[in-house]
């Protein structure tokens, strides 16, 4: 009995390992991006993700707290707006700073989540004209720390978030394209 308890904690240990081996091998950065091409002039599209109040209408992580605290300050939209949430577990809690503002081409978003894991990472939107749409692009991307790695062995990172990029851009085109 003693054997067999020792055979199978060997076997345990040697599995848990294999996983962290194999998280190492892992990147140390990532980045998820999806694009969705909109019926809509880049000018029309800009300031409803450059203004964080005009998220609520069509960001996919918005509706999943009725309860959600949220904070708004800095400017009111474009380069040096903010918005902090403090939700439930399925939004945590963290804070959004719009770095750079070109509009209506691009924006780059400091994005730092403290709950349910800290991590701090980038979000960037661009807006490209194409005939009488525009592509339009949302990316997170920033560093991969070790914990990152591990989960990425059994969660595939990119499925994930990719999902809710899709759904946000879904609506996104949804809400500009009634314009």
């Not at 800290?118 to 720390?145: K, R, S």
Request: aromatic content about 10%.
């Amino acid at each position: 009995m003693l054997k067999a308890i020792a055979v199978i904690a060997m076997l345990l240990a040697a599995g848990i390992a294999g996983i962290l081996v194999f998280a190492l091998t892992k990147p140390d950065t990532f980045r998820v991006e999806r694009s969705l091409a909109v019926k809509a002039p880049a000018g029309a599209i800009y300031p409803v993700v450059a203004d964080f109040r005009r998220w609520t209408a069509w960001s996919p992580y918005e509706n999943r707290d009725p309860a959600m605290k949220r904070s708004f300050g800095g400017t009111a939209e474009g380069k040096g707006a903010t918005y902090a949430w403090d939700g439930n577990g399925n939004v945590g809690a963290g804070h959004m700073e719009i770095l750079e503002a070109s509009g209506p081409s691009k924006l780059r978003i400091k994005l730092d989540f403290e709950r349910p894991f800290e991590g701090h990472n980038t979000a960037e939107f661009t807006f490209v004209p194409q005939g009488d749409a525009t592509l339009v692009t949302w990316a997170m991307y920033g560093p991969a720390p070790f914990l990152s790695k591990v989960m990425q062995v059994f969660i595939n990172m990119d499925s994930m978030i990719g999902k809710d990029f899709d759904s946000g851009l879904a609506s996104l085109k949804k809400l500009t394209e009634k314009q």
